[in-house]
């Protein structure tokens, strides 16, 4: 397993020396934000810097190319500007789910309000849904069924926080918060995450039926 928090060092002094004070935000999301890592598991990273620019972009990625366990990298990288203006219903999930390293997204969670994590819900049940019909006519992907089960565990993240008035950073914190249909979703999700065969027929259904009826009834 990667020491994260030496290689966050590393990463760090990296990206000083290619932007300086230019550097507004760092974070890490995903597994390694969470502490769920495993040998298999991306390391999210966040950066915003003042501004964005197409050189920026090269100079990021020549700087990454410099990093320990390159292959595992992922991320964001933007401008202040842009996250400032970015569509606010994206913003829930994405706040929320970064660990901050260096600087705050405060200024940024701060224009997300209750219609748009209720939008945030929408569009995520919507698009788990269309895929999931997708699949099961056209790709009939098992690969495809995990990443929507993991989609729709990121919706009832929204919903358990719509509920609760908090946010539940790791999947298991919210099965004892959530619907027992919402629950299959989420236990579903932490099976298939760590390797438990696809029932395909079966999750597809089951995720169809769920995605079909918040929809029906969430109008």
């Not at 002094?13 to 004070?21: I, N, P, S, V």
């Not at 964001?76 to 660990?99: A, H, K, V, Y």
């Not at 929204?158 to 027992?180: E, H």
Request: proline share 2%; with cysteine.
């Amino acid at each position: 397993m990667i020491a994260i928090s030496v290689w966050q060092q590393i990463f760090l002094q990296k990206l000083h020396e290619a932007f300086g004070d230019r550097v507004w935000f760092v974070g890490l999301q995903g597994s390694y934000g969470r502490g769920e890592a495993t040998e298999a598991s991306d390391i999210d990273m966040v950066v915003i810097l003042d501004e964005l620019s197409a050189i920026d972009i090269h100079t990021y990625n020549a700087m990454l190319d410099t990093m320990p366990h390159r292959e595992l990298i992922c991320g964001f990288f933007s401008g202040r500007e842009e996250i400032l203006n970015w569509e606010p219903s994206d913003l829930f999930q994405f706040c929320n789910d970064t660990t901050p390293i260096k600087g705050s997204l405060d200024e940024v969670l701060a224009v997300v309000d209750e219609a748009d994590i209720n939008r945030a819900i929408k569009i995520g049940v919507c698009n788990v849904f269309h895929g999931c019909v997708h699949n099961m006519l056209y790709e009939k992907s098992e690969a495809v069924l995990r990443e929507l089960y993991k989609s729709a565990s990121f919706v009832v993240q929204a919903i358990a926080f719509r509920q609760a008035g908090r946010y539940f950073r790791r999947q298991k914190d919210l099965l004892p918060v959530v619907s027992d249909e919402e629950r299959f979703i989420v236990e579903t999700f932490i099976s298939l995450k760590h390797g438990e065969a696809v029932a395909f027929t079966l999750l597809s259904e089951r995720l169809f039926a769920w995605a079909k009826k918040w929809i029906s009834e969430n109008n």
